[in-house]
């Protein structure tokens, strides 16, 4: 059976609005003085996880990657996924793009996945150079 719900009377649909306003003021308050936090936070993260792949060596010559070649397929993943917003504006898309890391001595071929749990590069298998890894 169905439960009905009470009637509520003016003055407590009133009661309940000014609430939920306080709420929304109270939440909205609460990420002004949150942000100065939030954002070097996450500024610091990214740092971390560039960091961290920029020391992966490669599994073919032992170099280490380098925080250039991490920019560099950041950066091209970043144009990648800004092309693929199509000419309808008001549909937004959710686009994960993969970065193309190659390692500047060898060639070899490395992808990276942001939305993977733990920042690590997956070989693709052979570089430019023909070399099986």
Do not use: N
Not at 18 to 31: D, K, S
């Amino acid at each position: 059976m169905a439960r009905r719900r009470k009637k509520l009377s003016p003055m407590q649909r009133r009661l309940h609005s000014i609430g939920f306003g306080f709420m929304v003021a109270g939440g909205m308050v609460a990420l002004v003085l949150l942000l100065p936090i939030i954002i070097p936070v996450a500024a610091i993260s990214e740092a971390l996880e560039e960091r961290r792949l920029a020391r992966f060596k490669c599994l073919t010559c032992g170099q280490l990657i380098g925080r250039e070649e991490i920019r560099r397929a950041k950066r091209e993943a970043v144009v990648l996924g800004r092309r693929c917003d199509g000419p309808l504006d008001h549909i937004k898309r959710r686009v994960v793009t993969v970065w193309e890391v190659v390692c500047r001595t060898c060639g070899h071929r490395y992808t990276y996945r942001p939305s993977q749990p733990r920042a690590t590069l997956v070989s693709e298998g052979i570089g430019e150079s023909g070399q099986a890894a």
